[in-house]
């Protein structure tokens, strides 16, 4: 009888081996999908800023931002660059730029061919108030959409075109504190690295 036993297990385990190595990967990947889906860390605790240029030194500009807003709770910093005289220039803003990016830098000769109102945060005067009171603001059919980026603030860390260029909030970021779709005042890291690099 004993004998029977194992000579039934190693024959159903001579056609069956295959099933549990693929049940193994699937139980590991479902284990990696669960893992990321609870400890994936909040948007309000996330900045990207869309580059129109080439970020130099990504390494200093991380940890000087996340210097800066360590009492904000940022926890991660991403840049994305293009280049504007680049072909792939616009798919770059349209499909990374609106989707991801919570502050674009946009040369003057880009903003002017662009439907801001499909993607820019427009900028209310108590918004302009509480953060942007004396600087230049891009205006455009009377609503406000930009801030002038002071270019000496973010030349060690960027190399941007020989023109203005302006900082556009995205509107579905979750760093636009009470101004934002989940308005929650003390989220305001995208408001204030604009206010910081500001003119």
């Given at each position: 009888?004993?004998?029977?036993?194992?000579?039934?297990?190693?024959?159903?385990?001579?056609?069956?081996?295959?099933?549990?190595?693929?049940?193994?990967?699937?139980?590991?990947?479902?284990?990696?999908?669960?893992?990321?889906?609870?400890?994936?860390?909040?948007?309000?605790?996330?900045?990207?800023?869309?580059?129109?240029?080439?970020?130099?030194?990504?390494?200093?500009?991380?940890?000087?931002?996340?210097?800066?807003?360590?009492?904000?709770?940022?926890?991660?910093?991403?840049?994305?660059?293009?280049?504007?005289?680049?072909?792939?220039?616009?798919?770059?803003l349209s499909i990374q730029g609106y989707s991801s990016a919570d502050i674009l830098i946009l040369p003057n000769s880009v903003i002017e061919?662009?439907?801001?109102?499909?993607?820019?945060?427009?900028?209310?005067?108590?918004?302009?108030?509480?953060?942007?009171?004396?600087?230049?603001?891009?205006?455009?059919?009377?609503?406000?959409?930009?801030?002038?980026?002071?270019?000496?603030?973010?030349?060690?860390?960027?190399?941007?075109?020989?023109?203005?260029?302006?900082?556009?909030?995205?509107?579905?970021?979750?760093?636009?504190?009470?101004?934002?779709?989940?308005?929650?005042?003390?989220?305001?890291?995208?408001?204030?690295?604009?206010?910081?690099?500001?003119?």
């Amino acid at each position: 009888m004993n004998e029977l036993r194992k000579h039934r297990i190693k024959s159903v385990f001579r056609y069956t081996w295959p099933f549990y190595i693929i049940s193994g990967v699937a139980i590991s990947l479902t284990l990696v999908f669960i893992f990321g889906a609870t400890h994936r860390i909040p948007e309000y605790k996330t900045l990207t800023v869309f580059v129109s240029g080439e970020v130099t030194d990504y390494k200093k500009l991380e940890k000087d931002v996340l210097t800066r807003f360590k009492d904000n709770e940022l926890k991660t910093f991403g840049t994305i660059d293009a280049n504007p005289n680049e072909q792939t220039y616009y798919n770059r803003l349209s499909i990374q730029g609106y989707s991801s990016a919570d502050i674009l830098i946009l040369p003057n000769s880009v903003i002017e061919n662009l439907n801001l109102a499909y993607f820019a945060l427009s900028l209310p005067n108590e918004l302009v108030n509480d953060y942007y009171s004396g600087y230049s603001i891009y205006n455009r059919d009377e609503v406000k959409y930009g801030v002038k980026l002071d270019k000496a603030k973010v030349n060690s860390y960027m190399n941007l075109p020989n023109e203005d260029c302006y900082m556009v909030l995205n509107a579905k970021s979750q760093n636009l504190g009470e101004y934002g779709g989940i308005a929650i005042k003390e989220h305001d890291n995208a408001l204030n690295l604009v206010k910081d690099w500001g003119l």
